[in-house]
């Protein structure tokens, strides 16, 4: 049987669509994920549901959307390379139409690997924006003693003109960057991008090779000799995207968890700043104890399950290959 081709640019619409339509639904669980993992000294959120109602609260319906403008820009071509990496890698180690298991784990680690490229800059200016909620709402919680000890103004007769309040400047993903730029070069945006390795490598090792297997049980190969690439249903993609998703998810949460902490800037009052991998990881375990590591995991495994599991299915139903058609 004659091997069929991977068509790169097919897959790369195929990847951008997939990640459009998957993080337009999941973005407010990310945000909720982001805000507890910082979470060190002031307790702002006590789980999911509870950030994402104070953030609704504060800061609006829209406010759940914090730093989905930059994400949505940037995870076309972060799924694009992500989906058609691995799609050309297990081609490359594919012999007669068979992939051992060290090959999709092989795969799924170039995948990994190529993704970073864009996902630490991405990453970097995405924490911040959906960061800077938290770090309002606990300079809010924490009263100011200086203000609390000094004694009130004497009774005016007068009633006094309310000042009007200053709406504070909220940070733009354009804002951060020409600052990181300006401050730091290019190696400012890429802050973290040696943890993002170390999360998305492991990540698509599991992924990949777990949503390959668990998509093709009970898939029909009883057609021509030697045909093994019948389509899974549908239903069957977005499940075994979803399962594979969440497992990952959850299996990398520690490492997520020090990406986070140390792409993330801006500190609250009495929060650790990071000098690495290492120094993050022991500073988290010596004054949060190991629970700190899966900070937001249920978050992710809420997010990434939906997101891989539409990513699959859109994948799957072949735009990029309608699209090339039409313009063929």
Known sequence: MAETKVSLPAKLINGGVAGLVGVTCVFPIDLAKTRLQNQQGVQVYKGMMDCLAKTVRSEGYFGCYRGAAVNLTL?????????????????????????????????????????????????????????????????????????????????SLVAPTPARPTPPLRPSATRITVELLKTRGLAGLYRGAGATLLRDVPFSMIYFPLFA?????????????????????????????????????????????????????????????????????????????????????TCRAFVIAPLFGIAQVVYFLGVGEMVIGLLG
Do not use: H
């Open 213 to 297: 297997n668990l998509n093709a049980l009970g898939r029909d190969t009883s057609g021509s000799p030697g045909d093994v690439q019948a389509r899974a249903p549908f239903w069957q993609s977005f499940v075994s995207g979803c399962a594979a998703g969440s497992i990952a998810a959850v299996a990398v949460t520690p490492l997520d968890v020090i990406k986070t902490r140390l792409q993330t800037l801006q500190k609250g009052e009495g929060e650790d700043s990071y000098k690495g991998i290492v120094d993050c990881a022991r500073r988290i375990l010596r004054r949060e104890g190991p629970s700190a590591f899966l900070k937001g995991a």
């Open 75 to 155: 995870v076309t071509p972060e799924k694009a390379i992500k989906l058609a990496a691995n799609d050309v890698f297990r081609q490359k180690l594919s012999k007669d139409g068979r992939l051992p298991l060290w090959g999709e784990v092989l795969a799924g680690c170039g995948a990994g690997t190529c993704q970073v490229v864009v996902t630490s800059p991405m990453e970097m200016l995405k924490i911040q924006l959906q960061d800077a909620g938290r770090l309002a709402a606990a300079k809010r919680s924490v009263p100011n003693p200086a203000q609390a000890a000094a004694p009130g103004p004497a009774p």
